[in-house]
């Protein structure tokens, strides 16, 4: 398993931001499946040693979602959004993986957990990141039927266009 280097994150963060705001904002179905792609970046930090580092990845989350507020006119809901995912990762990642059987600093990619964990982990994570999201921008638990169904496609639709990306990325690496 390989390491990543901060220029490998700050060129993650560079595509995923990108294609966010310049691609998959404006790719959404039935007005009920909305794709948000910069999701991937925080599912790819790289994994720390328990209890280190997790006030860091906290604090890149919270910018990002505080990035993607101020294009999308969100008022913090994606930034909650995203902090939350990236706390629960922290707690799935020590679920999923065994002890000692990854090093430190390696980022949970399609190809280093394989298909399914790599399934498992994602849809879970961004899950959970929809859930906060759209019931938090719904504001009320009166469209409780309406934001599932949106949280549900939200959720496919977003987890498809990360395998995509990953799988583009391995067959990259494999040549």
């Not at 020590?94 to 994602?122: C, D, H, I």
């Not at 961004?126 to 638990?141: K, P, Q, R, T, V």
């Amino acid at each position: 398993m390989s390491k990543v280097s901060k220029l490998g994150q700050l060129a993650n963060f560079v595509l995923y931001i990108t294609l966010q705001l310049v691609v998959t904002r404006f790719i959404v179905l039935f007005h009920t499946a909305f794709c948000f792609t910069y999701v991937a970046f925080l599912l790819l930090l790289p994994r720390r040693q328990e209890g280190e580092g997790l006030p860091l990845l906290l604090l890149i989350s919270f910018a990002v979602g505080l990035l993607i507020d101020m294009f999308y006119n969100s008022m913090g809901t994606h930034a909650f959004a995203s902090v939350l995912m990236v706390y629960s990762r922290a707690f799935l990642l020590k679920l999923m993986l065994p002890a000692g059987s990854y090093e430190v600093a390696t980022q949970p990619t399609l190809s280093n957990l394989g298909w399914k964990r790599f399934s498992v982990f994602s849809l879970i994570l961004i899950g959970i990141h929809h859930i906060a999201l759209f019931f938090l921008d719904a504001g009320s638990i009166m469209l409780f039927f309406l934001v599932t169904h949106k949280v549900v496609f939200s959720t496919l639709l977003t987890y498809a266009v990360v395998l995509f990306i990953q799988s583009i990325v391995l067959l990259i690496r494999k040549r």
